[in-house]
């Protein structure tokens, strides 16, 4: 299959001055991640491309802009960059921060601190280097040349991010502590983010869902004086506190760090080139494929999938927008595949049959371009061999289930959210195993006993329930989570009340019909 449909661009705002200047800002919501495109007259740069390039190359098309330069702020760990594509399509040129260029398996300009870019007739983009996220991490501050050289938009990368600041510990620091990577960021901040002007927007590359920091907002755009008076992490003038802030409470890292790191470094090969490569194959074929090591990774909604599932397959459901949009019931797709499957397993993929190329492409974001196999026709193909299938029912509250009794016939309550989350409201004597670590405590599970698992809304406890009923665990998981639980069954909750933003959630899922 090497027919590849572009997936929606993700374009949430289109900022537009007065002087012709334009931000276009695309957000992946799946994995909370920001691309911007700056034109100015005839030229544009973009800056942190996603992998799949094709939308942008569109959209330069349709407005008649030339790509001038591929600006990235540091070497990603959270998605892979599209910059090595975006080159070969362009002859645009890539850009880093100090101390980057000797890495790169590619060629690109390794720019020094204050280096300035030629952008238009009015503009330049000067370079801050920013370490702190990582060493080579910079700001790209657009400069206003008919304002006295005014820096009046900046693109601050993992460096600031509206209400927090990157985290210090990740792969891309590799040969600095956590300590003196927090240490370079409180002097980053200090000394060059917070002497900008207070009126300069700030364009930061993730949004709240992120594990690139903690506590991120959603907002997409803020400005520099409202940062400083509103984000915690610029409301410190000691390093030693600001070291204790930015080291503690960190969420879990994904496993696939490392391995984005190092595709970045190297230069990711063309999408759709790499795709290509993947075969689909029939029932049969995929029957005796996983039998072998391989890891099946089924994207079906959840009812499709509790209708009928091949034993042992791990259920992570894609949901719609193509990453661009997470519903209520969605989730990190790709980011919850790379925390939980090694990017060193082999994949065996069953999707429904349209959403095949979705899939792969969405993995790929990731790096993960370690599928072995696509069930072709996805699970009509497995029917149509006769092959066995499983079923499971999920627990439906609003039709009628009730969780007391429930609980009162032995079953075990278990939250799958973070710890956070979990102490501040959740089931009475429900065992809290977040699902990014969930592997690490199965010692915790009894075989011999029955669980039920819920998240906030459900997405969490589909994938939680498969792996462990992948592992011989007896697990069924509540539909709406802890949302509804704590509107239709209050009473076995810590707080015993019903929470309005609980409320407004279960009114958002499918099948509601309540009140």
């Known amino acids: 299959m090497c027919d590849f449909h572009t997936l929606p661009s993700g374009l949430k705002e289109v900022i537009k001055e007065d002087s012709g200047l334009e931000v276009r800002i695309y957000y992946l919501e799946c994995l909370a991640q920001a691309t911007y495109l700056l034109t100015h007259e005839e030229n544009a740069f973009i800056i942190d491309p996603r992998r799949d390039v094709d939308a942008f190359i569109i959209d ?41 260029g000797s890495r790169c398996k590619f060629d690109q300009h390794e720019l020094k601190d204050g280096e300035e870019i030629e952008f238009s007739s009015r503009y330049s983009i000067k370079t801050l280097h920013t370490p702190g996220h990582t060493p080579e991490s910079v700001v790209y501050l657009v400069i206003d040349k008919e304002e006295d050289s005014k820096p009046v938009k900046a693109f601050t990368g993992d460096t600031l991010f509206i209400g927090s600041c990157g985290r210090p510990d990740l792969v891309g620091s590799i040969g600095f502590t956590s300590e003196q990577m927090a240490r370079m960021m409180f002097h980053s901040l200090l000394d060059k983010i917070c002497t900008l002007p207070d009126d300069v927007q700030i364009f930061p590359a993730h949004g709240a869902g992120s594990p690139c920091g903690k506590n991120l907002s959603s907002d997409l755009h803020s400005t520099i004086g409202k940062e400083k008076k509103t984000n915690p992490a610029l409301q410190y003038d000691n390093d030693v506190e600001f070291i204790e802030y930015l080291t503690k409470e960190q969420p879990t890292a994904p496993g696939y760090f490392s391995h984005d790191v190092q595709q970045n470094v190297s230069g990711a090969q063309p999408l759709t080139e790499e795709l290509c490569k993947i075969p689909h194959v029939s029932g049969d074929v995929f029957n005796k494929m996983k039998e072998g090591s391989y890891v099946i990774v089924d994207t079906r909604p959840p009812p499709e999938y509790n209708n009928g599932f091949i034993e042992g397959s791990l259920n992570f459901p894609l949901g719609e927008a193509g990453g661009a949009i997470v519903g209520v019931e969605d989730g990190n797709f790709a980011l919850w595949v790379g925390t939980l499957v090694s990017s060193k397993e082999k994949i065996l993929l069953l999707c429904n049959q349209e959403k095949q190329g979705e899939a792969l492409q969405r993995l790929a974001r990731i790096g993960y371009t370690n599928v ?39 079953y075990q309550m278990l939250d799958v959210r973070t710890p956070g989350e979990h102490e501040n409201n959740t089931c009475k004597n429900s065992i809290n195993i977040p699902l990014a670590s969930i592997y690490e405590h199965l010692g915790l599970l009894k075989k011999d006993r029955k669980y039920i698992a819920f998240c906030t809304s459900g997405y969490r406890s589909v994938i939680a329930s498969s792996i462990l009923r992948s592992r011989g665990y007896n697990v069924v998981d509540v539909h709406g989570g802890f949302a509804a639980i704590s509107v239709y069954n209050p ?17 958002k899922l499918s099948e509601y019909t309540g009140p």
């Open 60 to 100: 330069l098309k349709s407005s008649n802009k030339t790509l001038k330069g591929i600006l990235e702020t540091h070497f990603h760990a959270d998605f892979v960059s599209g910059h090595y594509e975006l080159m070969q399509k362009t002859g645009a040129t890539i850009y880093f921060g100090p101390t980057a």
């Open 372 to 410: 072995s196999a696509v069930l072709d026709n996805g699970i009509d193909c497995w029917k149509s061999k006769g092959l066995s299938l499983s079923t499971n029912n999920r627990i439906n509250l609003k039709g009628g289930a009730n969780l007391s009794q429930l609980i009162s016939e032995g």
């Open 491 to 507: 009473e076995t909750t810590t707080t015993g009340k019903v929470c309005p933003s609980m409320r407004a959630m279960v009114r």
